[in-house]
């Protein structure tokens, strides 16, 4: 049985009442799986690096993407496209 955590659980919670994330099976496999996808991401986006520079970050942020989908699904967790629409506008600002 999976334990739950205390830490973060009222945004959890908020972020699951809002609509940005919502309830799947917990499947560690399939969380394995996404990681081994964000893996190779990060090796395709090193080797672009100096001909691509565009297309590596590209591929860095959708590795990092999976990673946190994956971390989400080990915990039954899955962001929706809700969520993005809310993330996007509170980005800091570089």
């Known amino acids: 049985?999976?334990?739950?955590?205390?830490?973060?659980?009222?945004?959890?919670?908020?972020?699951?009442d809002g609509g940005g994330l919502e309830r799947v099976p917990a499947s560690r496999q399939a969380?394995?799986?996404?990681?081994?996808?964000?893996?190779?991401h990060v090796g395709s986006a090193r080797q672009l690096t100096a001909t691509d520079p565009e297309g590596a970050y590209t591929l860095a942020y959708d590795a990092a993407r999976r990673a946190l989908a994956a971390v989400l699904q080990n915990?039954?967790?899955?962001?929706?496209?809700?969520?993005?629409?809310?993330?996007?506008?509170?980005m800091p600002r570089y």
Do not use: C, F, H, Y
Request: aromatic share 2%.
């Open 1 to 16: 049985m999976m334990t739950r955590w205390n830490q973060g659980r009222s945004t959890v919670d908020a972020l699951i």
């Open 31 to 40: 969380a394995e799986a996404e990681l081994v996808r964000a893996r190779t």
């Open 75 to 90: 915990q039954g967790l899955r962001a929706t496209s809700r969520l993005a629409v809310k993330a996007i506008p509170n």
